[in-house]
């Protein structure tokens, strides 16, 4: 099946600083991918390129089959966009936004979006300026899901909500994913929420993907390893093969795809003594920090 | 889709709309009740010998109004446009991004027409109680630059608030301020007759910045 987003080759400057480095990754249809990276890394300009906002020095990027700058309305109307922030008009109240979005989307469903508003404690002739961060971000959320797209872009959803926010928000995505026919990309720094979301992850470093994997895989495949630190102990990565050791005060840590016999080897390798090795249970957080790093 | 754009600027513009109405004709009654004070109070031959031989236009002080309401109606339609780059929503919209951007400029323009107009019936209806028919043809000559400067001016604003480089910025602006000085030259009745069409081709010109910035936006040729 042809994904819907293709990215090939994808590099860009600002100025002489990199962004982007010959990156490519694509999702495939109806999955959920999360697009993660700490600050800087490359992920907004890829969203801004996705949304042909930001021309991109080489590549290209394909989205629902066609490049991202050259879109057709029709395919337009099938894609979903959440601006980071949750930016939509203040100037309207809620039954004035949707009777302007829904002249535009053929597959305009108003229950969606009414259902979700009958949860928040606003009045119907409430100006969305008006409403809090979190109540915005379900009026957007609403608005996007109401089209019926069949590719969903949320760039970091979860910016300035609350806790009951974000959890409703991740909630409400993953009910609307789970008839597995809509494709979702998101980004988030709250790694936490997107645990049990998110189908695949591609994580970027310094503009470059650093991993691309099924979430599922990396979730059981990626391994945290602990050990008394010994004057041996030493930190060090290894971005090719997706291996970290840190250095702690008493204990240090072995982060990788490696089962217990392989991470006493590759400790054994390096000359370090680890002979009370424990595995530890790791989050997609954990993990993510593991690879990315903490500076 | 087009009657959806005129909607949402319709609910953004209304109040600010409603306001420059308002004082546009308040502005011409004023001008309208002096012009009657001053035939009352003169002979009618005075006005005709100060309207012909002197220039005397009694709605003249109006001569900046356009200007002021086109630049306003820039900013306040513009404006919410480009806070936290809200026309990223505009250009996701699936019609194409010159011809939303083309709407939301037809619909400014056509709110600036509609918030003028009445002023200029005022003008028009209240001359023709003491000018004879001919003086409705001065009228249109002297108002029409005027007007088009109001034009050109709320084209410049939103090319300015739709352009995110400084450098173009200022240049727009110098090349509006100097393009729109020829549209307030003091005129006297038949000055601009004949370069009418070419201010009106001006403007029409114009119409291409703001849809030139919204492109480069679109491209992200912003930095």
Known sequence: ?295 | MSRALFYKEWIKLRLWWVLMLAAGVAFALVLFFKLRYVANANEAVTVWNAWIFKGWLFFRPFQYVPLVFGVALGLLQFLPEVQARRVRLVLHLPLGETRAIALHLAAGLLLLALALLPAALVFSLGGALWFPREWQGNLFHVLTPWLLAGAGAYLAAAAVLLETNWRHRVFYLLLAAGALRLFLLETFYDTCARILPALALWVLALVLVPLFSSHRFRKGLVR
């Not at chain 1, 597959?107 to 009414?114: G, H, L, Q, S």
């Not at chain 1, 300026?129 to 915005?136: E, H, I, N, P």
């Not at chain 1, 993907?209 to 059981?220: G, K, S, T």
């Open chain 1, 1 to 295: 099946m042809l994904p819907v987003i293709e990215c090939r080759h994808l590099t860009h400057y600002y100025g002489d600083k990199p962004a982007l480095l010959d990156v490519s990754w694509l999702l495939r249809p109806g999955r959920i991918c999360g697009l993660l990276g700490r600050n800087g890394a490359g992920k907004t300009t890829t969203i801004n390129i996705l949304n042909s906002f930001l021309t991109p020095r080489s590549g290209r990027c394909l989205l629902l089959g066609e490049d991202s700058h050259q879109l057709a309305p029709r395919t337009k109307a099938r894609i979903g966009y959440l601006i980071e922030g949750h930016i939509q008009y203040g100037f309207f109240n809620i039954n004035q936004i949707e009777h302007f979005y829904s002249r535009f989307y053929p597959n305009w469903t108003p229950a969606i979006y009414y259902h979700l508003m009958s949860k928040l404690d606003i009045t119907p002739r409430q100006r969305i300026a008006t409403m809090s961060c979190g109540q915005r971000s379900q009026v957007a959320l609403g608005l996007i899901l109401a089209q019926n797209p069949d590719l969903i872009i949320f760039d970091d959803y979860s910016m300035g909500l609350d806790p009951g926010y974000r959890r409703l928000f991740i909630e409400v995505i993953h009910d609307y994913a789970a008839d597995g026919k809509r494709s979702i990309l998101l980004t988030s720094h709250i790694i936490q929420d997107l645990e049990n979301l998110i189908d695949d992850c591609v994580i970027y470093q310094q503009g470059r993907v650093l991993l691309d994997l099924e979430a599922r895989r990396l979730r059981d495949g990626f391994r945290k390893y602990t050990f008394a630190t010994t004057p041996a102990v030493a930190g060090a990565r290894d971005d090719a093969r997706h291996l970290v050791i840190e250095r702690g005060e008493k204990r240090s840590a072995l982060h990788g795809f490696l089962d217990e016999p392989a991470a006493r080897a590759e400790l054994a390798a390096r000359g370090i003594p680890a002979p009370d090795l424990r595995p530890e249970p790791a989050t997609l957080e954990d993990i993510f920090i593991a690879l990315t790093g903490k500076y």
